[in-house]
């Protein structure tokens, strides 16, 4: 048993170094993204806005997202809806791809389980990886850390169908 838990130990000490070295080489820069922009759903039930926070590792990303439906058009729209446009929807999601290129999400919600395809694209994270060099984040000015973000959405429930969205906005990546 002791040595059981002496080989867990070692191996929970050595995680981070081995993850290190793992990365060692690479010029895919990992980080937080914190964006905000506009969200275009499917259905005419209006537009919104969205606040997103999203981690993305070289192969793992996830994050959290709300957003507002709002300024839903007069004579329709809402009316043929069971549910509120001007209603908020907070999500979770946790998903797989490379970087922040190109992320597949699952996510829960509020309005159920979605998916979604995700892209943040960053100029400086562009360039080191063409060039093959890699930026510290300590030396990254302001204009480094822009970030475009597109993400379309699909809710899984059949009556949020409706709120099937395309979004984009921009953000800093930390």
């Not at 060692?24 to 820069?29: Q, R």
């Not at 969205?50 to 993305?56: A, H, I, K």
């Not at 001007?86 to 992320?103: E, H, K, M, P, W």
């Not at 993400?151 to 800093?172: C, H, I, P, Q």
């Amino acid at each position: 048993m002791k040595k059981a838990l002496a080989a867990l130990l070692g191996m929970v000490l050595a995680f981070p170094v081995l993850a290190d070295s793992l990365y060692d080489g690479g010029h895919v820069l990992r980080g937080t993204v914190v964006s905000f922009g506009r969200v275009d759903p499917t259905e005419n039930i209006g537009t919104g806005l969205y606040f997103d926070v999203n981690y993305t590792s070289v192969a793992l990303n996830g994050g959290i997202a709300t957003k507002k439906f709002s300024n839903a058009p007069t004579g329709g729209g809402c009316a043929t809806f069971t549910k509120a446009c001007d209603a908020s929807f907070t999500n979770g999601y946790f998903g797989v791809g490379f970087s922040r290129i190109l992320q597949f999400q699952y996510g829960y919600g509020t309005e159920g389980d979605l998916v979604r395809l995700r892209s943040d694209f960053n100029f400086r994270a562009i360039v080191d990886f063409l060039s093959n060099k890699k930026t510290r984040k300590d030396r990254m000015l302001l204009a480094d850390r822009l970030t475009f973000t597109i993400t379309g959405e699909r809710y899984g429930d059949k009556e949020s169908e409706a709120f099937n969205n395309t979004t984009w906005g921009v953000g800093l990546l930390f």
